[in-house]
T-cell receptor, first 113, second 115 residues
Framework: DAGVTQSPTHLIKTRGQHVTLRCSPI?????VSWYQQVLGQGPQFIFQ???????GRGNFPDRFSARQFPNYSSELNVNALLLGDSALYLC????????????FGPGTRLTVT | AQKVTQAQTEISVVEKEDVTLDCVYE???????LFWYKQPPSGELVFLIR??????QNEISGRYSWNFQKSTSSFNFTITASQVVDSAVYFC????????????FGSGTRLQVQP
């Protein structure tokens, strides 16, 4: 089975622009979580979606939003980009029925100039 | 609130040496899960182990072993006979089992294994 996939791999945007990142979970996984990893730090939790509903939100501004589609894929949207949004954005999928391991995708490297 | 501390920023060893990566956590939850992930230069986080708060048995998987001590809130990771391929950043993480899958990660320990 395919693992978690994310697109695009790399992205360069200008301050003030908007960006959409995409994630497809492992087949059968209904939960998707998003993390932001700034260079040199551990990942920080942004959102979790399960069965198309937001189940958790980290300490991020309202410029960050996400959604999950009927096929369980997900999008992360970031508006009014700031230089500090430059990071690796990781998507993780899990079964979510029980606290199990999350499987991470390769990430999208976002650079804001 | 949860917190995971990995005090070792970077460790450098020579191949075949044993190395222990430290992890100390803080949580008020009685039920929680602890994880270790490996992040090679490619960037993708690779799951290594999950341990729940009720299971303090140590675990060994090949060259890897984990020591969970609830009394000291520690979940340390030992690599025996390290290899160059073990070079990566290792993250310890905590899931407080609140119903959402939100991992709290430590800042990571960069392990460099020299040939």
């Amino acid at each position: 089975d395919a693992g978690v996939t994310q697109s695009p791999t790399h992205l360069i945007k200008t301050r003030g622009q908007h960006v959409t990142l995409r994630c497809s979970p492992i087949s059968g996984h209904k939960s998707v979580s998003w993390y932001q990893q700034v260079l040199g730090q551990g990942p920080q939790f942004i959102f979790q979606y399960y069965e198309k509903e937001e189940r958790g939100r980290g300490n991020f501004p309202d410029r960050f939003s996400a959604r999950q589609f009927p096929n369980y894929s997900s999008e992360l949207n970031v508006n009014a980009l700031l230089l500090g949004d430059s990071a690796l954005y990781l998507c993780a999928s899990s079964l979510a029925a029980t606290p199990g391991e999350q499987y991470f995708g390769p990430g999208t490297r976002l650079t804001v100039t | 609130a949860q917190k995971v501390t990995q005090a070792q920023t970077e460790i450098s060893v020579v191949e075949k040496e044993d190395v222990t990566l430290d992890c100390v956590y803080e949580t008020r939850d009685t039920t929680y899960y602890l994880f270790w992930y490996k992040q090679p230069p490619s960037g993708e986080l690779v799951f290594l182990i999950r341990r729940n708060s009720f299971d303090e048995q140590n675990e060994i998987s090949g060259r890897y072993s984990w020591n969970f001590q609830k009394s000291t809130s520690s979940f340390n990771f030992t690599i025996t006979a390290s290899q160059v391929v073990d070079s990566a950043v290792y993250f310890c993480a905590l899931d407080p089992d609140t119903g959402r899958r939100a991992l709290t990660f430590g800042s990571g320990t960069r392990l460099q294994v020299q040939p």
